[in-house]
């Protein structure tokens, strides 16, 4: 089988400084996983000793802590800071940027309005920042059905897609007086989408690597399905299936921002032996 | 021939508040045509002689001057108030909010992006409100060969298309971190545009009435156009030509914000007769 890889695809700027910060940080805490990839969360635990938590409460005082490349909450970062000083924090700039906004626009009066997955920890850690309660919304419909002020800002979750930021911004522009928008999208995050639908055009399957937690693989995900409908999302070569290339010429692959190198070489290469 | 109306249609609040002022100011001077229909002007020298000079310099001491509804440039206002105290200020309420943003968001640091006509006497006298040169840009074209910053504040003329409003939107969300949007577009303008393009879907004619050189009434026209090729864009009822009904059934009427019913009236009673 004939692999094509996208032209830009894989480890985001913010993902590559995480991991080095992780890196020099040996026996370190993470906050919540580091990035949303269970296979590189492994290694840095194996070459490392760098683990897990989930729980503040559970974090032992003077403790190594690294904050995940999503942020976390404001409240949470307080709660922190009174269990230890050795925070290292590997919040991605690109993340820290729409917690500003927030923060910032909100005490201007301006109704926060965020395009992103409220359960999603960079969403909550971003919504924390909003001194007034903020809306976020998942679609435009969720936007239709709920109540706009006269004048709002609008962010985007950094992992989101352009064109369905552009149909919210368009709705705010017909019915608010003011519109503030901040285009938090990131550029690897839209390079990386520019690049899959590209290739999912001209290939016969597209095999997307990454996370199923990782935001921004599941929406290279949904872009390539959308030109390719033999699409399949997988988190490393052991979920690829030889029955999916009968048939099928060529193979495109893209990869999320949170997947490592090492597991999209050994993806590329099992395609490739088909 | 029946004739149907578009729901919404013909002078503005803007409009109807300029008018009555120069009502009541007889034997004044506009500075410039109060608004962009020379049949009322002709009406308002005759019932009211209240005339049009559109030359400061002309202009005789301590007169009696009305601003017309879209407005003068700062540096006119200046010159007139050495001439003179007696000054009523017609400018449309909504052509006054551009001129305030543009002076605001330019203190601030924003890029001005005006979209709408640069000779047009609206953009004049919002643009003389910048402390810096604001980019006017009649399409997205115009804005595609422009130099665009990082932070900018977009407005539109008052009487513009929403629809390119939102392409330039959209563009500039794609291309700068943020960008800030006044809907400027008067409630008027949107009504009487949605409305023409109901109509113009249903019907087998479409007449326009209005002036020439209104930019209100050039969009009816082009809107209309889009909808039903058999459009006419005419200033009163010496303009229609009995050929353009031929086997037609239904036509449709709308008019410019600045189109005064006795106008549209004999329009109708004309096409009916026909």
């Not at 400084?17 to 990839?37: D, F, M, Q, V, W």
Request: with cysteine; glycine share 4%; hydrophobic share 35%.
């Amino acid at each position: 089988m004939k692999v094509k890889l996208a032209k830009n695809y894989g480890f985001c700027f913010g993902v590559r400084r995480a991991i080095k910060l992780a890196e020099s940080k040996p026996n370190g805490i993470t906050l919540g996983p580091l990035i949303h990839n269970a296979k590189e969360i492994e290694r840095l635990k194996e070459n490392f000793n760098v683990v897990v938590n989930e729980n503040i409460q559970e974090i032992p005082k003077d403790s190594e802590v690294i904050i995940r490349t999503h942020g976390i909450p404001k409240q949470d970062l307080e709660l922190l800071k009174q269990k230890t000083k050795n925070i290292t924090d590997a919040t991605c700039p690109f993340v820290t940027k729409p917690q500003e906004i927030c923060e910032k626009m909100s005490a201007e009066g301006y109704q926060i309005i965020i395009f992103g997955d409220e359960k999603h920890p960079e969403v909550k850690g971003v919504m924390s920042y909003c001194k007034n309660t903020p809306l976020v919304i998942e679609d435009l419909m969720a936007l239709k059905n709920s109540k706009i002020q006269e004048k709002v800002a609008l962010i985007s979750q950094t992992t989101k897609n352009i064109e369905s930021f552009l149909q919210i911004v368009d709705f705010l522009v017909r019915n608010c007086a003011e519109c503030r928008v901040f285009n938090t999208i990131c550029n690897a995050t839209f390079d990386n989408q520019e690049s899959a639908r590209n290739l999912a055009k001209e290939v016969d399957i597209m095999i997307i690597v990454g996370g199923k937690n990782s935001s921004n693989t599941k929406q290279l995900y949904n872009i390539s399905k959308e030109y390719c409908k033999d699409c399949y999302l997988i988190e490393d070569y052991l979920e690829l299936r030889k029955s999916w290339f009968d048939g099928k010429k060529l193979c495109g692959v893209s990869a999320g921002a949170s997947t490592p190198n090492w597991i999209i070489d050994k993806v590329v290469q099992d395609i490739e032996k088909l």
